[in-house]
């Protein structure tokens, strides 16, 4: 399933907000996790999530630190500030309006959509 890149690109910072006040993670442990969140459905790259990280630290909703993993590798670490806690709760609150006015608007749509016959389809008479 391709997922537009304006949704992507909305839902990015409240995903990785989301996602460092679980706990702090370098880089690549947060790409993993937006794909395991998605079922595999999201696939972002560093070219995208990188510069996010950037601005999120420079607007003061992350801090980073140099760490070490356990197979020794310096890997730099992300973790989310009350700034960026206080970000979070109103990216929540932003995305629910939305959720809930999409919700009642597809409802709406599956409400009034026209009605097919029950049953297998058939063919119009002579296109057997």
Same mark, same amino acid.
């Given at each position: 399933?391709?997922?537009?890149?304006?949704?992507?690109?909305?839902?990015?910072?409240?995903?990785?907000?989301?996602?460092?006040?679980?706990?702090?993670? !370098?880089?690549?442990?947060?790409?993993?996790?937006? #794909?395991? $969140?998605s079922?595999?459905?999201?696939q *972002? &790259?560093?070219?995208?999530?990188?510069?996010?990280?950037?601005?999120?630290?420079?607007?003061?909703?992350?801090?980073?630190?140099?760490?070490?993993?356990?197979?020794?590798?310096?890997?730099? !670490?992300?973790?989310?500030?009350?700034?960026?806690? #206080?970000? $979070?709760?109103?990216?929540?609150?932003? *995305? &629910?309006?939305v959720?809930?006015?999409?919700?009642?608007?597809?409802?709406?749509?599956?409400?009034?959509?026209?009605?097919?016959?029950?049953?297998?389809?058939?063919?119009?008479?002579?296109?057997?």
């Open positions: 399933m391709h997922i537009d890149k304006d949704l992507v690109a909305a839902s990015a910072t409240p995903l990785v907000l989301g996602i460092l006040a679980e706990g702090d993670l !370098h880089g690549y442990a947060i790409l993993k996790r937006v #794909a395991d $969140l079922g595999g459905r999201m *972002w &790259s560093d070219g995208m999530l990188y510069p996010l990280l950037h601005r999120l630290e420079r607007q003061g909703h992350v801090s980073s630190s140099w760490g070490t993993s356990e197979a020794g590798r310096r890997r730099k !670490h992300y973790a989310l500030t009350p700034a960026g806690r #206080a970000a $979070l709760v109103q990216r929540q609150e932003q *995305w &629910s309006v959720a809930d006015a999409l919700k009642q608007v597809w409802q709406h749509a599956q409400d009034h959509a026209p009605q097919l016959p029950a049953g297998p389809a058939r063919p119009a008479a002579g296109w057997a």
